[in-house]
């Protein structure tokens, strides 16, 4: 699963000083899968740079390496080769408790179906999110407030069987923010979705990431969307291209 040694890397866009001291950095990383005859190259040399308060959308066939660059990205799985930079903090080489450390307190995400807790509300979704990072209300935002800027403030005391899928993904993303990350991981988080929701979603995520200042990568299948987003990156075989 290779393509030419000319494809454009994606990380070109800011000073490498600046690009390896802040927001999201993956270089040269590289991610087989499998055994023997049934290795694949999930990753293949891939470039990323993702500067805070940026939105970047990556698309591609199923099968292409989305979702374990998020893996990558997120500090799930340790790539084969190459270093991912949080902030100028090299996350791959990371112990396994540093690693959940800069999972629970640096890195949200934002799943298809919200992933949240059957019997929480949402206020509490975001409050328990609060507490497995060690953190209080006055560490990150407030969990009322933010539930009340993703439009669910009048919804904070239902669970998620009372939401609706597109309540629940505004949920989701509250509580994948409620932390102040640093980086805003998003796996196809319209796939459930109709049109008018989606592009609500998406919408949403943009406003956040701006005004949080937050590096997000969204994963998606939907082109509708993605006007909404500052960079959209093309993934085939294992590689990326603009």
């Known amino acids: 699963m290779t393509t030419s040694s ?3 890397r994606p990380d070109s866009r800011r000073p490498r000083a600046e690009r390896e ?30 500067a805070p308060g940026e939105f970047v959308a990556i698309v591609g066939p199923s ?25 100028g903090v090299d996350i791959s080489r990371a112990s396994a408790r540093e690693k959940a450390r800069h999972r629970r307190e ?28 060690g953190r209080r209300a006055g560490d990150g935002y407030d969990p009322r407030e933010l539930l009340e800027s993703v439009g669910m403030g009048h919804r904070a005391g239902h669970r998620p069987h009372q939401l609706s899928g597109g309540e629940r993904q505004r949920v989701g993303i509250a509580r994948a923010l ?3 990350p640093a980086v805003l991981l998003v796996d196809e988080p319209t796939a459930a979705l109709d049109r008018a929701r989606s592009d609500d979603i998406v919408t949403l995520l943009a406003h956040e ?34």
Do not use: W, Y
């Open 6 to 8: 000319t494809t454009p």
């Open 106 to 133: 640096r890195i949200g995400f934002v799943f298809q179906s919200g992933n949240l807790i059957p019997a929480l509300t949402a206020l509490d979704q975001l409050r328990f999110a609060l507490d497995v990072a």
């Open 209 to 242: 990431t701006h005004e949080a200042n937050v590096a997000t990568i969204m994963v998606t299948h939907d082109h509708d969307v993605l006007h909404h987003c500052d960079r959209v990156l093309s993934m085939v075989d294992g590689r990326l291209s603009e």
């Open 63 to 87: 099968g292409s390496g989305k979702s374990s660059l998020l893996a990558v990205a997120g500090a799930l799985t340790t790539p084969d080769t190459g270093r991912v930079l949080l902030d």
């Open 21 to 50: 001291s802040s927001g999201l950095l993956v270089e040269g990383v590289t991610l087989s899968l499998g055994d023997g005859d049934a290795t694949v190259t999930a990753l293949d040399d891939v470039h990323l740079d993702v």
């Open 178 to 180: 409620v932390t102040r």
